[in-house]
């Protein structure tokens, strides 16, 4: 199984910037996507940042594009989330997610960071 811990939250001023890490561990594909999940207070999750294995193909979600930058570390098992020019509503849980290339359904989920964006 894998298992995927993410660390970098906390609580900022709007206009500041975060860096999210996430790690894997446990029996990884060969190769897998990586991407990052949030969900706000009484909202469902949404999608935010996704990176396939190549790390050629990032893909953003509409809400974050131009303000956040999704990259990855094959070698460490890693992905980040800069975040940059943060704003209240992007105030959520972050999670990251562990895609297999040939079995998407056989993924993981990370705990969730939490990050605060006050005005």
């Known amino acids: 199984q894998v298992q995927l811990e993410e660390s970098g939250g906390g609580s900022v001023q709007a206009g500041d910037s975060l860096r999210l890490s996430c790690a894997a561990s446990?029996?990884?594909?060969?190769?897998?996507?990586l991407g990052w999940y949030r969900q706000a207070p009484e909202k469902e999750r949404e999608f935010v940042a996704g990176i396939d294995w190549s790390g050629d193909r990032p893909v953003y979600a509409g809400a974050v594009a131009g303000r956040f930058t999704i990259s990855r570390d094959n070698a460490k098992r890693a992905v980040y989330l800069q975040m940059d020019n943060l704003m209240t509503k992007d105030t959520a849980v972050y999670c990251c997610q562990y895609a297999p290339s040939d079995d998407p359904s056989n993924g993981a989920w990370g705990q969730g960071i939490q990050i605060t964006v006050s005005a």
């Open positions: 446990g029996r990884t594909a060969n190769t897998y996507d």
